[in-house]
């Protein structure tokens, strides 16, 4: 077959193992962007899952110069493998959770790109399977927009061509997820043996509350900016911590409140606490993955410069406490 397309006049490129297919992509857009430039691009899988009518609905619908990608979405109606039904509507959720924008099919493998998008998506940083997700995380932070374009859903044998590993490359795709959970379960554990031991040696509630927080939030916030968030470290130290120990505020304000409720409810201390951390986890990895620690872009790093510049010319210092 590859034979065949380089007798057509097709490029042929590639190299001698199996890097990833995020790897595999941004191998094409740097040969296109090098050899071919100002060229527009479409991608599809080779599983037989997308026909020509709708690859070339798709190139027709990439504006050139235009800061937005267009997304090829499936239905999923008809005779559509379990796995792939379950694995994109999971996909889905929590992509609305950590974005706001509800996008039908965010695993579809047919896309198109402005030719202006090249060099930003050749920055991306992960390599293989999760890659195409972390586009789509990643696209608004950094100024594109996501456009669709409804298409067939096709299934040849069951998707048998297909390469993707459920359990393997699910973990990598969900990898961001997984690992707050991880971050947040290990701090919830701590804010618990922490709480517990102050409801022991105290009567105040709001003493046990404050003193757990402050001790589980420190861990959290070097767990998430070392290690859960991909751009964790792309801001300063100090205005990261800034803004996460303002959200740990707000969110100990509503901790406090639901606790209070349930001890009203005659609902015990560690029962109220698991449940008012369960119904707060959802809102701390949406503003820490949507705001805390995005993607920082150059509009928001001259922003930030700008600032530190203008508290030098005061006759402020970094890291000075100031009133």
């Known amino acids: 077959m590859f034979d065949g397309v380089k007798a057509l006049g097709c490029h042929f490129i590639g190299y001698s193992r199996n890097r990833g297919k995020g790897f595999a992509l941004k191998t094409g857009f740097g040969f296109i962007a090098d050899h071919l430039p100002d060229r527009n691009v479409v991608c599809a899988d080779s599983d037989g899952q997308h026909t020509i009518v709708d690859i070339l609905r798709v190139a027709a619908a990439v504006q050139p110069g235009s800061p937005a990608l267009v997304l090829g979405t499936r239905n999923f109606t008809g005779n559509v ?26 695993q579809t493998g047919l896309r198109g790109y402005p030719a202006a998008m090249l060099p930003w998506l050749r920055s991306v940083r992960v390599e293989r399977y999760e890659y195409e997700l972390n586009l789509l995380l990643e696209a608004k932070q950094a100024g594109f927009a996501i456009n669709t374009v409804d298409i067939a859903t096709v299934y040849l044998d069951h998707n048998s061509g297909s390469h993707f590993r459920p359990v393997a490359d699910s973990v990598r795709i969900y990898a961001p997820l997984l690992k707050f959970l991880v971050s947040s379960f290990t701090a919830f554990l701590v804010d618990t043996v ?69 001890d009203s409810l005659s609902v015990a201390a560690l029962p109220a606490k698991i449940l008012a951390e369960i119904a707060l986890l959802a809102v701390s990895y949406v503003v820490q993955q949507r705001f805390l620690f995005s993607r920082r872009t150059a509009r928001s790093a001259a922003r930030e410069d700008e600032n530190q510049s203008l508290d030098l010319s005061r006759g402020h210092h970094p890291g000075t406490l100031r009133q």
């Open 81 to 106: 493998p379990a796995r792939s039904k379950f694995g994109n509507s999971a996909t889905r959720r929590l992509f609305a959770l950590a974005t706001g924008e509800r996008i039908s099919d965010t």
């Open 194 to 262: 922490v709480f517990l031991l102050l409801t022991l040696v105290t009567d105040s509630l709001l003493l046990a509350v404050v003193g757990a927080r402050a001790v589980s939030s420190a861990v959290n916030f070097l767990v998430n900016r070392e290690v859960v968030f991909q751009h964790g470290r792309d801001r300063p130290a100090a205005a990261a911590g800034l803004r996460y120990f303002g959200l740990v505020l707000v969110l100990l304000a509503a901790n406090y409140g639901l606790i209070s409720a349930l």
